[in-house]
């Protein structure tokens, strides 16, 4: 079975730095997805970003981009210039391919300091 | 176009009640997932459903959960005679397919808690 690990339960970084937040997940498939999502005190899952496991190029959206090191099963987000409403927990999820449900750690939450 | 959903946001129930959570997707999906999460973990799959078909419930209890999706209406994610260990958040994500390449859409959650 698929694991997803997140090995930092909290994080803290002072506004306007970057930030990385670690995962690291264990599969047998060649063909998946990684994910990660935002959930702020609302509680809504919002996507941040993903990534195809076929793509050798990390994906960026805006500040938000990803290190992907398929051999080492890493997946990290790092996100530039922290603001204030990066404050949330941060889940990263592997699908693999063909599937559909999502396998998720157990979250990092992020703290900005102003 | 609204979004997936989820009513009641938060539910409350005594011991040996029955909690019913509904789910309506984004308009023209047609797949629709639940999860949950309890206090401080990650979100765990439950079970996914398309139109009036389970087809993934590797996630759900043996005993006391089950979830429709029929024709019409919103998806129903039931649990019967619910205990303490039934208070979590319950997600319900969408999907207008199940290919490849489709994202999948998540709710605000219903907060159910069994006192």
């Known amino acids: 079975a698929q694991t997803v690990t997140q090995s930092q339960p909290e994080m803290s970084v002072q506004e306007a730095e970057t930030v990385t937040l670690s995962c690291t997940y264990d599969?047998?498939?060649?063909?998946?997805?990684l994910f990660w999502y935002k959930q702020p005190p609302s509680r809504q899952m919002i996507l941040v970003i993903r990534q195809e496991a076929y793509k050798q190029q990390n994906a960026t959206e805006n500040r938000f981009s990803v290190n992907f090191q398929k051999a080492a099963k890493s997946f990290s987000l790092k996100i530039s210039d922290s603001q204030l409403g990066d404050a949330a927990m941060y889940f990263c999820a592997y699908r693999r391919w063909g599937a559909q449900k999502l396998v998720f750690g157990q979250g990092t939450r992020l703290t900005i300091n102003p | 176009n609204a979004g997936v959903m989820q009513n009641p946001r938060h539910l409350v129930r005594r011991r040996g009640q029955e909690a019913r959570l509904r789910c309506s997707p984004m308009k023209g999906h047609s797949h629709v997932y639940w999860y949950r999460q309890l206090p401080e973990e990650g979100l765990k799959f439950m079970v996914y459903l398309q139109k009036e078909n389970i087809i993934d419930e590797s996630g759900m209890p043996k005993e006391r959960f089950s979830a429709e999706f029929p024709k019409e209406g919103p998806s129903i994610l039931r649990i019967q005679q619910v205990v303490r260990g039934d208070s979590a958040a319950y997600f319900c994500a969408s999907s207008l397919d199940g290919g490849p390449n489709t994202e999948a859409f998540f709710g605000q959650g219903t907060r159910l808690t069994v006192v």
């Open positions: 599969t047998s498939e060649s063909d998946y997805y």
